[in-house]
């Protein structure tokens, strides 16, 4: 997962994804959805997000993976919503936030803050 957010971050998508495929776990394919969308393969992205809503159907899929996908897709709107919620699920890798560069995205939108603010990461 950690080679895979690094590809991303030297926007080397197709090691990202070359990275990312065979991993079923759902963050994983979370990442790999928003690999594929970065690299402009958007088919390849929505069909990964079609394979996560299927498993979320016979298994618990933290939000969170929802929302990678949908920051790679540029869906800020679905990202922040599926944030909120994975906080609500106290998915433990949401408190990197802050610091984590895959989210620079969403930074300049002043949802951001609150999403920090209901992590009590700021005041």
Known sequence: MYKGLLC????????AVECLQPA????????LAAAYARQGNRLQAKKS?????????????TPLAEALAAIGLEDFDLAFQS???AIDHKTNIV????VEPFF????????????LKKLKLVS
């Open 104 to 115: 620079q995205p969403l930074r300049t939108d002043q949802r951001f803050t609150k999403l």
């Open 95 to 98: 408190n990197l936030l802050a």
């Open 49 to 61: 997000i079609e394979v996560l809503r299927r498993l979320a159907a016979t298994q618990y899929v």
């Open 24 to 31: 079923r776990l759902p963050l994983i394919m979370g990442l």
């Open 8 to 15: 991303l971050q030297q926007q080397d998508y197709d090691s």
């Open 83 to 85: 944030l909120h919620e």
